[in-house]
């Protein structure tokens, strides 16, 4: 495991997730959340965003936390394990609302400095339809994957804790 890639919906825990990995096996881990907003929530023009994430997945090792579904593929084919955190969307919810207000008026650790904890009714109404609309295909892609490549689903946090505890430093 020297290039994993870490998706699931909104509060799923993916980049508390990748954190902790991080810290057990060695892996820089790369947050995407910080690689693609800029200062007051600006998207990147989509080709720079490409390069941005062909740069990131050409390095030999990392945990790469994040969907941005324009990206997937490119990063589905670099990886060679994919964690799929696939929590009940509750929890999510939860999760979200949470850090919403942790956060309030400062940016997560894992966000880029000036883009402020924020939470809208699309974000989370793409959280309660992500079981439906989104996780079908990523199960599906998961099944694709090459045979050199590792697919992962954790669906409570004991499936997290036990994953983690199986790590090497």
């Not at 057990?24 to 881990?29: D, N």
């Not at 690689?35 to 965003?49: C, D, I, K, L």
Request: glycine letters at 8%; a positive charge; proline letters at 6%.
């Amino acid at each position: 495991m020297q290039r994993v890639l870490v998706i699931g919906a909104g509060g799923a825990g993916k980049s508390t997730f990748a954190a902790r990995l991080g810290q057990r096996t060695g892996l820089p881990v790369i947050h995407l959340d910080r690689e693609y907003w800029q200062p007051g929530w600006v998207e990147p023009p989509p080709e720079a965003w490409k390069a941005t994430v062909a740069r990131l997945v050409a390095g030999e090792r990392w945990i790469l936390d994040g969907n941005f579904g324009g990206s997937l593929e490119q990063r589905l084919m670099a990886c060679d394990t994919v964690v799929f955190m696939d929590m009940p969307r509750l929890q999510c919810v939860w999760r979200v609302l949470k850090r919403r207000l942790r956060h309030r008026g400062s940016a997560r650790p894992d966000m880029k400095p000036g883009c402020n904890e924020k939470l809208s009714l699309d974000f989370l109404r793409w959280i309660w339809t992500y079981p439906v609309r989104r996780r079908p295909a990523v199960l599906g892609r998961l099944q694709a994957l090459r045979v050199d490549q590792t697919a992962v689903v954790l669906r409570s946090d004991a499936e997290v804790e036990g994953f983690l505890a199986a790590q090497r430093d």
